[in-house]
């Protein structure tokens, strides 16, 4: 909401007021466009308007394959690295702990379910 041009037009006159010195002389869409940098991401909640959506339907893919039995729990962290590897272009060897515990357990922390699915996890 807050990086869409609708939501801009209608508050950045007011972001502008606060800063003049500032903002006074960038129009809305020079200022739309420098807070709106497309880069991949390997956090979804950092993400940009375009890769944002791509995360969602990496993790759907990952937890659909699961329901339906072709994806086995144990099997996650690779999966989730090929996936992402493959989508995005990115390598989240690094971050795939927590990456995948924050789909399992929904809140980045570690559970005892999500230290069996990733037992090289040191944390």
């Not at 969602?56 to 144990?74: H, N, Q, S, T």
């Not at 690295?81 to 399992?104: K, L, Q, W």
Request: hydrophobic share 40%; charged share 20%; glycine share 6%.
């Amino acid at each position: 909401m807050g990086r869409s041009m609708d939501f801009w037009t209608h508050f950045y006159p007011k972001l502008q007021d606060v800063f003049p010195a500032q903002l006074g002389a960038v129009p809305v869409g020079t200022f739309h466009q420098a807070i709106n940098k497309v880069e991949r991401s390997l956090i979804r909640t950092d993400a940009d308007e375009l890769t944002y959506n791509l995360h969602v339907m990496i993790r759907f893919g990952l937890e659909l394959d699961m329901l339906e039995g072709r994806l086995a729990v144990k099997d996650l962290p690779d999966a989730w690295n090929a996936r992402y590897a493959r989508e995005i272009s990115a390598s989240s060897r690094p971050t795939t702990v927590t990456a995948v515990c924050r789909t399992c357990t929904g809140t980045g922390a570690p559970s005892a379910a999500s230290s069996r699915v990733t037992p090289w996890a040191t944390s």
